[in-house]
Structure formats: C-alpha cells, structure tokens
C-alpha cells in the first residue's frame, strides 16, 4: 500500500509528551523538535495488530512467544546479516530502562562509566541517578564530520580505571554510521582494557544511501562476548508509548546479571500491546519502512537547504 507521510494528525489531547504541552509544563505554541517521537501514523499492519488484540478484550500479563523470536530473527538477518540465538534475547520495557539496568548490574556505585559526548542525554542521567562516575570522551570535528579521538577514549579507560562504556550506534545526535572499521577499533580497545560495551543501536534502521550500519557485536566472537546490544522497534515504526525493547546478549555470565538486575526492578518484559506491535513491524512493517526512508531523506535535504 501507498503510505502518506504528509497527512497532518492533531495529536492534542494524547496524552503526548510532544504535543500537550500544558499538561508537561512546556510552553503554549512551542515547536516540540526536542523528542525522537515523529508525527507519522504507524504501519497498516501494527495498527492492524493491536486492533486484533483489543477486540479480544484481554488484557492479561504476557510473555514473548516463538512467533516474537521469529520476527526479530528475521528483521536482523535481512536488514543486517546479523544472526541471533534465541537464548541471548531479554525482552524489556525500553532501551533506556534497559541502560540503566546493565549499569546497576555490571558497576558498582562510585564506579566510572564512560560515554562518548556530545550525545542521548539520558547516557548521563542514566550514569549520574545511579550513583556511578561520569566520565567523558569528546568526540571531535574532523573533515566536516564527528569522529573518534581513539587516544583519548583509551587514556580516559586506563586512567579512570573504567569497566563499562555505553555506545551509541548509530550516534545520536551527531548522526555518524560508525563504520565496521571504528567500531573494530573501539572495540579493540575495550577488549583490551576488560570494558564492557552497552551497545545502544536503537536508531540502525535510519541509515542512508551510501552507509551501512554494523552490529558491534557482529564484529567478531570476541566482541560479541562483551557486549550487550539494544535494541527496539518503537524509534524505527514511531511507537515508543508501547514500550518494548530486545536486548541481546551473548555472554552467559552478563546476561545472568543483567536478568537478575531486571528482576530486583519488579519490572518484567515487554507490554502485551509492546509484544503485539513488535512482532507485526518486524514481521510485516518493511513495507512502511523502506517508504519512510525517502521521505525523512527528503526533509533532511530540505533543512540542509534551509540552514544554509
Ligand atoms: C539513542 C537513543 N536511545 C534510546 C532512546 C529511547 O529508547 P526507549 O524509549 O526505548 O527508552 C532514544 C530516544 O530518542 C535514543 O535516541
């Protein structure tokens, strides 16, 4: 089917963090250009998905099944190469919730845990409201582009003692595709210096002409084995009020600690709507997709054009 990305749906009243701003204490007739949250009704299919689930009319607790395993499979094996063992995925509420927890479980307080800025502000906040040290490696301006001061990033690990970096992957907001040979040679130096990598590759499925996006993980073994990647369809399909995210992680020892932290939040998984709208944008959303791409291309050549 046709999608039409230019359809204009007043979102008032929704309860949106983006739109109502009274209710969220931001002002009356601001601009909302601050949250990853797009104003495009979501795939036929997901909407399809969770109006099946609602006329059932049960809304009981819920689990993931080997339909939900299937479609993710798919998703990662298509768009990425990447293939995916059953056993390394824990469904959770959110990437964010997800960071906070594998801070918790992989550090103790007081300990460093180190971010590559300007990025994602909850990277901070996750660090900070946990208890744990916040320390910085800059990114610089090369060429007209970010990129890696690989000196820096590996002094700041030796110096600080650091034990857990949190990478972003695609960056948000400094918009680089780290390419297969940086993410080697970050995740060289985490391996040698014992740091685990939280992989946040939330938003992979925004990638352009021209650029590739590489699991980490995807790398090699050995990465693999330190890292714990997130992910979620809810950026990708303009869904994150449902509230499902897949992370995975190879390494049994990480994974045990990182479900443990999970169980002492008395949270559990994904939602049953969360469940629903995952699996049917995994399974039937590429559609959608590969049409929304161009489109969000074209507003980016329009800002491009405008700022300059
Ligand atoms: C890099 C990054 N990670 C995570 C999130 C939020 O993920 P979640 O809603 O699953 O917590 C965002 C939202 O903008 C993001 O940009």
């Known amino acids: 089917m046709d999608y039409n990305f230019d359809a204009i749906i007043d979102r008032t009243n929704t309860n949106s963090i983006k739109y109502d701003h009274r209710a969220f204490g931001k002002p009356e007739g601001a601009i909302p250009l601050w949250v990853a949250d797009m104003d495009f009704m979501t795939a036929a299919p997901i909407i399809r998905a969770l109006q099946k689930r609602c006329r059932h009319g049960i809304f009981g607790y819920s689990e993931i099944d080997d ?5 993710i499979r798919h998703w990662y094996k298509k768009r990425y190469n990447w293939k995916i063992e059953r056993d390394w995925l824990v469904p959770t509420p959110g990437v ?7 801070i918790r479980a992989f550090t103790a307080p007081g300990d460093p845990v180190i971010i590559q800025q300007p990025v994602y502000h909850p990277f901070m ?34 110096r600080n003692n650091i034990k857990l970096f949190l990478l972003c992957s695609p960056h948000n907001p400094v918009g680089r595709v780290w390419t297969r040979q940086e993410l080697l040679r970050m995740g060289d130096i985490c391996k040698r210096q014992g740091v685990t990598v939280i992989s946040d590759e939330i938003h992979s499925d925004f990638v352009y002409s021209g650029h590739q996006h590489t699991v980490f993980a995807d790398i090699d073994a050995s990465i693999a084995d330190i890292t714990v990647t997130l992910t979620a369809p809810t950026k990708t399909f303009n869904i994150p009020g449902l509230q499902v995210a897949n ?33 049917a944008a995994y399974e039937r959303g590429a559609e959608w997709l590969d049409q929304l791409l161009p489109y969000l291309y074209g507003n980016i050549t329009y800002l491009q054009n405008f700022i300059a």
Do not use: H
């Open 247 to 279: 992370a995975f992680i190879p390494n049994d020892d990480l994974r045990a600690r990182f479900v443990q932290e999970i169980q002492k939040t008395g949270v559990a998984g994904a939602s049953l709507m969360g469940i629903a709208a995952c699996r």
């Open 125 to 158: 906040s996750a660090v900070t409201d946990n208890g744990r040290d916040l320390i910085t490696s800059q990114l610089i301006i090369e060429d007209g582009q970010y990129t890696i001061d690989y000196w820096d990033f590996e002094s700041q690990i030796i």
């Open 67 to 71: 339909s939900y395993v299937k479609a």
């Open 96 to 102: 964010v919730f997800s960071i906070c927890a594998a």
